[in-house]
């Protein structure tokens, strides 16, 4: 994720299917300025996402299916007024 929000054009990013191995995740202030999109699929071993206030504030569409060891959303979730649709299946895929 460091590297990927750098990327001051990015509008979407899909992890899916083991993409993403670790068991932390962090959004950095500032990161993903113009991201509109963002999907989680398959990621089995993440376990904890931080959003610092600041990260992706104009992210609309925030989508998360399967990822069995995500105990909670992050607090910094409701820093990000754009927000417009949050999908959540916890079903297995």
Request: with cysteine.
């Amino acid at each position: 994720m460091p590297i990927l929000e750098k990327l001051l054009h990015l509008k979407i990013v899909r992890l899916s299917d083991r993409s993403f191995g670790g068991s932390r995740m962090i959004c950095s202030m500032d990161g993903f300025p113009q991201l509109l999109e963002l999907q989680f699929v398959g990621l089995e071993e993440w376990e904890e996402w931080t959003v610092e206030e600041g990260s992706m504030p104009l992210l609309h569409t925030l989508l998360i299916g399967y990822c069995p060891k995500l105990k909670e959303l992050p607090d910094g979730l409701p820093f990000i007024n754009s927000l417009k649709v949050l999908s959540f299946s916890l079903n297995a895929r």
